[in-house]
């Protein structure tokens, strides 16, 4: 699926992606002024200080495959696996409720369901004091049905360079029980450096389990923090 622009004049309306490096703190022009949606654009003034923190955080429920209809997406990574113990609390598949059924697994969700990459976005629009990823990507509009989630992360990207931001670090902690994902991480890291314009040094993945404790011990959610510092970015590299 294609997203709308993050700056998006109207619901519904499609914005081509070729002018991103146009978006700045310096751009005046009317196609630039014309992308920036009410709600990424608030009344009052987003103040240059030179170094903005940002919290994500973001949980999605994890099913049999046949019913969330897509796959684990981590970190724009899909997460191959074998079939995993997963509790049935409401005995939909097993023969009593709370019993293990064997399944692969999927993630529930209106768009892939990528929790890193939600709280990423979350993370980035909070530092920048912005509504959150539920309100400028509603969960409601068929737009972001199924959507690959690195569309959102672009979105953002661009709206922290419109602002004049580069990312300082990315600290994330992914919490689940199975499958696991160290082999992944790799994957995860460089879709990260590359969505978002820094380098391996500014990007730290961890995770780990919830000790089988409560939905996620059980299999049936998985989990994501982030941690983000954003730059101000002064001088040249302000046209770069």
């Not at 654009?41 to 940002?54: A, V």
């Not at 046949?66 to 696996?81: K, L, T, Y």
Request: proline share 5%.
């Amino acid at each position: 699926a294609t997203a709308a622009s993050a700056f998006a004049p109207a619901a519904g309306t499609q914005i081509s992606r070729t002018t991103t490096t146009t978006l700045s703190s310096s751009a005046t022009d009317e196609a630039t002024e014309a992308e920036i949606s009410s709600i990424l654009r608030p009344s009052y003034t987003i103040e240059p200080i030179p170094l903005r923190i940002g919290h994500g955080f973001d949980i999605h429920k994890m099913v049999p495959f046949e019913e969330a209809g897509q796959p684990v997406v981590i970190g724009g990574v899909v997460i191959d696996h074998e079939d995993q113990k997963w509790t049935d609390k409401d005995g939909k598949y097993a023969e009593n409720p709370g019993d293990i059924y064997k399944t692969q697994l999927g993630v529930l969700a209106h768009s892939d369901g990528d929790v890193i990459y939600h709280s990423l976005v979350d993370a980035i629009f909070g530092a920048l004091t912005l509504p959150d990823i539920g309100q400028v990507f509603q969960d409601t509009d068929p737009r972001w049905k199924g959507c690959d989630s690195a569309k959102f992360m672009e979105h953002a990207y661009d709206v922290m360079k419109y602002y004049g931001y580069k990312i300082g670090n990315i600290d994330v902690t992914l919490i689940l029980e199975r499958p696991k994902v160290a082999g992944f991480k790799p994957r995860m890291k460089e879709n990260i450096v590359k969505l978002l314009h820094t380098t391996e040094g500014r990007v730290n993945i961890k995770a780990r389990t919830h000790e089988k404790v409560d939905s996620v011990g059980e299999l049936r959610s998985l989990s994501c923090h982030v941690v983000v510092t954003l730059e101000k970015v002064v001088g040249n590299e302000a046209d770069l």
